[in-house]
């Protein structure tokens, strides 16, 4: 008995395209996308000696995450919560809340 071929792409793909190629990964993508850009747009209230201490994180609907090195780093940066959010929501972004996710000895 033989198994019904797969269709199989001749040639390799890059990341980029296979994530085009899938809803799902496209959503994802777009979805990182997005993140990065709200962290670029808020890069300049982040006080600059947390900068290098925060990345951007998952966004969920209208929360967002933002991934910070440590507790310390983590009490600084909730202060400037509000105006974070609120500089992206006069920018556009759909942001009701933001949350910060410590991911200590990760890099």
């Known amino acids: 008995m033989t198994t019904p071929s797969i269709p199989r792409r001749l040639h390799p793909v890059t990341l980029q395209q296979a ?3 899938s ?3 496209a959503r994802l993508a777009q979805l990182a996308r997005e993140s990065g850009e709200r962290l ?3 890069k300049l209230l982040i006080p600059a000696p947390l900068r290098s201490a925060v990345r951007a ?3 969920d609907g209208p929360a967002w995450c933002l991934l910070v090195d ?3 780093a983590a009490a600084k940066l909730r202060q400037v919560i509000p105006a974070l959010v609120a500089h992206l929501c006069a920018r556009g972004w759909q942001v009701n809340s ?3 996710k ?3 000895g990760q890099k």
């Open 19 to 21: 994530a085009e190629d």
């Open 57 to 59: 994180g998952p966004i």
């Open 102 to 104: 410590v991911q200590t």
């Open 40 to 42: 670029d747009a808020v």
């Open 98 to 100: 933001i949350r910060l």
């Open 23 to 25: 809803p799902t990964l």
């Open 70 to 72: 440590s507790n310390a």
